[in-house]
């Protein structure tokens, strides 16, 4: 189901942008007005009035009606069977917020606008027909579809409606729901000494709805907790690899400076090591398991943040969100991920995720107060991706990206749409969202929206509209 939320989701912003540059274009005032789109015929708004007559294949007596209903992006059902060749209506029922169609073969086009319905008569021949939706994009999106007839496959092809799968790993139906991340960054701890233990936990764990990993983790979640100080602090990591772990494991603390090769060596099961460092400037750091090849440690869940504050303190705002960013390259079911899918040179990653669950801030959006300030501290653990963080709708007033600082009430009053964050970067970003309604979290690197990395903040009960 989150699947194919996400996709729809993705869908209906991308739907938005081109209403208004359609609704754009019929109105003056347009600075730089949309150009037409080459090959006119070819786009969504000009699809309707270019579907050619719905005319019946062949005469003869229509042998039933076939209602298919389009959604975004799919076809229900999306295979049918018949018992006998011959004419049939075929009806789209488009369910959809943008406009659909069926397309046979043989050029016949049945387009239906958003809450429209549409039909028309096509000759079944005795192989069955395949069927797709036009709009580009829609069939590679899972708008595909089939009439076989007396239940032989048609086409030949593997068509089936709904989402493409995002994997090459088997979706596993009864896979335990996923466990929700709380988003709401914690407190700072009291004082300026910290005694903090982290233990190891190798565990499975729900990343994607039915997709199941055996993750190696700091504290049993990933990403490990969140730790927040202030800038002259002192915290003393107490590492335990719990003899029930398989592997070695250490840990590498961005916001520290100390020898490699000392307190960042690895512990086997059954040991633990003190990691004693002090917080000597601010930011949004990464830590993560350094232990060998660390990029499967990392890819398999070993990484969490570091907030150090400057020593004053931030500024109080309304909410505080924390945000860590991720790929997971999915292993076989119940299985690590994939060393060999990270370790590509163009690493595709299955999905991209905020707080380790795919879509998880989709399916539970994140409430904060509309009027309100929002921070978010966000870190790109990667592995490998890039981030480009964005929050649909909203201007960040204030940045602060690996110690630079864009600050609220600048003289020239810059803001920023979008803060790129490579590998192992963190950032904190202050914004309002100004009315109630849903405002998106994505990165805007948008091939990994529809790949899990796609969240919402919910201002006020989330309905502009009321
Ligand atoms: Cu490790």
Redesign the pocket.
């Known amino acids: 189901m989150s699947a194919r939320r996400s996709l729809s989701f993705t869908l209906i912003v991308v739907a938005t942008l081109v209403v208004a540059a359609c609704s754009g274009s019929a109105k003056a005032g347009w600075t730089f007005a949309p150009a037409p789109a080459a090959g006119s015929g070819g786009t969504a708004a000009a699809a309707p009035s270019a579907t050619p007559p719905a005319a019946p294949a062949q005469a003869g007596e229509v042998l039933g009606t076939l209602e298919v209903t389009g959604f975004d992006l799919g076809f229900k059902p999306a295979d049918f069977s018949v018992d006998a060749p011959g004419a049939y209506e075929v009806k789209l029922i488009n369910t959809g917020q943008i406009i659909h169609d069926v397309t046979f073969p043989d050029g016949t086009v049945i387009a239906a606008q958003a809450g429209q319905t549409a039909s028309a008569v096509v000759n079944v021949p005795e192989g069955g027909l395949t069927f797709i939706c036009s709009i580009p994009g829609h069939a590679d999106a899972g708008m595909k579809g089939s009439i076989s007839v007396g239940g032989a496959a048609a086409g030949g092809g593997d068509d089936h409606g709904g989402p493409a799968p995002a994997t090459n790993v088997e979706k596993d139906e009864n896979a335990p729901a996923y466990t929700l991340f709380d988003p709401a960054a914690p407190q700072a701890l009291a004082g300026t000494v910290h005694d903090i233990d982290l233990v ?1 936990e190798e565990k499975l764990m729900t990343v994607a709805e039915g997709f199941v990993q055996a993750v ?1 983790t700091f504290g049993g979640t990933v990403p490990g907790p969140v730790i927040r100080v202030k800038v002259g602090d002192t915290i003393r990591t107490r590492l335990k690899n719990p003899d029930t772990s398989r ?4 840990i590498d603390f961005h916001s520290s400076q100390v020898a490699w090769n000392d307190e960042m060596t ?1 512990i086997n099961p059954g040991e633990e090591k003190l990691y004693e460092w002090t917080a000597d400037y601010a930011g949004v750091w990464m830590y993560h ?3 060998s090849p ?1 990029l499967h ?1 990392i890819a ?1 869940g ?1 990484y969490g943040m570091v907030i150090v504050e400057p020593k004053e303190g931030l500024p109080p705002v309304d909410h505080e969100v924390a945000l860590v960013q991720s790929e997971w390259y999915l292993g076989p079911q119940g299985e690590p991920a994939s060393l060999a899918k990270a370790a590509e040179g163009a690493p595709a990653p299955d999905y991209v995720v905020f707080n380790g669950v795919a879509n998880q801030y989709l399916d539970n959006p994140i409430e904060v107060g509309t009027g309100k300030t929002v921070r978010v501290f966000v870190l790109n653990a990667g592995p490998s991706i890039d981030s480009s963080f964005h929050v649909v709708g909203t201007i960040f007033n204030t940045v602060i990206k690996e110690g630079v600082h864009l600050s609220k009430g600048n003289a020239g009053h810059w803001g920023s749409q979008a803060v790129d964050l490579s590998p192992a970067q963190g950032a904190i970003v202050e914004f309002v969202m100004p009315e109630d309604g849903l405002y998106p979290i994505v990165t805007h690197a948008f091939n990994f929206v529809g790949r899990g990395a796609l969240g919402l903040f919910q201002a006020g009960d989330g309905d502009p509209k009321n």
């Open positions: 190891i190696w592997l070695p494991h250490s690895s398991c350094g232990t660390a440690h398999n070993m």
